[in-house]
């Protein structure tokens, strides 16, 4: 009878076992690029508070849930790690780049790589609540890079459905102002002709509707098609790069640095990026 019981218990720590594995894998967060998991796992949540509804939606999940990758670019210890960042990485058309770059900031020092993380989050956020499956190149603000052919790679491995990098741009022109989307142009593949087309319009449609303005130093109505941006050539996935605005703009500036101005730019994002997807 011992043995038995024994044996039983083994067999049911096995299975318990087993299923930890299975329900591990599924919460593995995606970030980083890492080859091992390019299935379309959600990303484990950075912050808790949504997390009971990330994991309802996670188990409900069909095939066909929409997926979207979030790459808020540079990250916050990119300064303090020159080298790492600046080795030559793929930028495509045959062409190499530094690895990342460490972004602009408001004349007040609130740096880029921080807006663009928390306006991402903000966004994942709305895009999470209406159903739909959120990635992100990275979740944490004092990493270094990922380099701008992994940001690519992450979006091209999780098959995502779109890909949005979130920028802000640092004009020296404090009078410039306006958001502008660029994409890759001429296109290398099928997904950065028409589909990337109608998600950059997407975007600065819903930039425009809630009440951006279009870039009036930069870009052509709200758009800009560029062969220089290593992450877009290298993307296989519709992507775009939303360029909310000037940091250096005294008005932009203040948007941008308060969490409510994030809000807005964030959910402007979200609201271009259901368009796309028609969710
Ligand atoms: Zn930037």
């Not at 979006?155 to 990098?165: L, P, Q, T, Y």
Request: aromatic share 4%; hydrophobic share 35%; charged share 20%.
């Amino acid at each position: 009878m011992a043995a038995w019981s024994a044996v039983l218990t083994t067999r049911r720590l096995l299975s318990l076992l087993l299923l930890s594995l299975v329900l591990g894998a599924c919460s593995q967060p995606a970030t980083g690029g890492d080859p091992a998991t390019p299935s379309r796992t959600a990303n484990s949540p950075t912050e808790t508070a949504d997390s009971a509804t990330r994991t309802a939606n996670t188990t409900t999940q069909a095939a066909n849930t929409p997926v979207v990758v979030l790459d808020p670019g540079h990250n916050g210890g990119n300064a303090s790690h020159p080298a790492a960042i600046n080795r030559q990485v793929p930028a495509g058309r045959g062409r190499s780049k530094a690895c990342n770059t460490t972004g602009t900031a408001t004349a007040a020092g609130y740096p880029e790589h921080a807006f663009n993380l928390d306006v991402a989050r903000r966004a994942g956020r709305r895009l999470t609540e209406r159903g739909i499956e959120v990635g992100y190149t990275r979740t944490a603000d004092d990493g270094v890079g990922p380099c701008v052919h992994e940001r690519a790679r992450i979006g091209n491995e999780r098959e995502a459905d779109a890909v949005v990098s979130i920028h802000a741009d640092g004009s020296t022109d404090r009078g410039a102002h306006g958001f502008h989307i660029a994409y890759s142009a001429p296109p290398l593949n099928e997904a950065q002709g028409e589909p990337a087309l109608r998600l950059v319009r997407a975007l600065r449609d819903g930039m425009r509707g809630a009440g951006f303005p279009v870039a009036g130093y930069l870009g052509e109505n709200g758009l800009s098609g560029r062969d220089d941006l290593a992450g877009m050539n290298l993307s296989t996935r519709p992507a775009a790069l939303v360029e909310c605005g000037n940091m250096r703009n005294p008005q932009e500036a203040a948007a941008m640095s308060s969490a409510e101005g994030r809000q807005r730019y964030a959910e402007a994002i979200a609201e271009g990026i259901l368009a796309y997807l028609g969710a």
